[in-house]
């Protein structure tokens, strides 16, 4: 994958999706490798989607180089499309959260840097509130769990849904 990167070239891979059983194959034209929360990613041209997307390498089961010209993406474009938005889950950033943290949380949230974009202020001694673009929000609904009750999204409104969603699946699992 080093290779294709420094050497552009075209690759097949096949990979498996983190909710597929099968491994599912595409070109890519890699454009960068990422070190992101100790796992490594290729940020690459997906020929079949005629867009970026981010590939774990750790679910990779297959890698070679095929014919075919390297679709080169301008350091430009990749940075507007991975880093607009909070996390590994790319694309643009077409929401903004707004999430409010108390006690330990508030403290530690109001110290850590999740995105270039963010924004929080103090409420009261108490209550971050905090602002952050997203455009997915899987990785963004984990964060905001790890803290618990300690956590609050305000808005947006589906956002502030999704997170009620899991929480009561959670808890359907622990009532037995």
Request: glycine letters at 6%.
């Amino acid at each position: 994958m080093a290779g294709a990167v420094v050497r552009p070239r075209r690759l097949r891979i096949e990979h498996f999706k983190l909710s597929g059983e099968e491994p599912t194959a595409r070109t890519i034209s890699p454009q960068t490798l990422v070190r992101y929360r100790d796992n490594w990613y290729v940020d690459a041209y997906c020929h079949l989607r005629k867009e970026l997307r981010t590939f774990a390498l750790d679910r990779l089961t297959k890698a070679e180089i095929v014919p075919g010209k390297h679709h080169r993406v301008s350091g430009e474009q990749r940075e507007e499309f991975f880093a607009s938005a909070y996390g590994i889950f790319t694309g643009p950033a077409d929401k903004k959260a707004v999430i409010e943290f108390t006690g330990t949380a508030a403290r530690e949230v109001a110290h850590e840097s999740w995105h270039p974009k963010q924004d929080g202020k103090w409420q009261d001694d108490k209550t971050y509130c905090f602002t952050v673009p997203y455009g997915h929000s899987r990785e963004l609904i984990m964060d905001i769990l790890r803290w618990g009750e300690r956590a609050e999204v305000k808005e947006p409104k589906d956002l502030r849904e999704e997170v009620r969603k899991t929480v009561k699946r959670t808890l359907k699992k622990y009532e037995k």
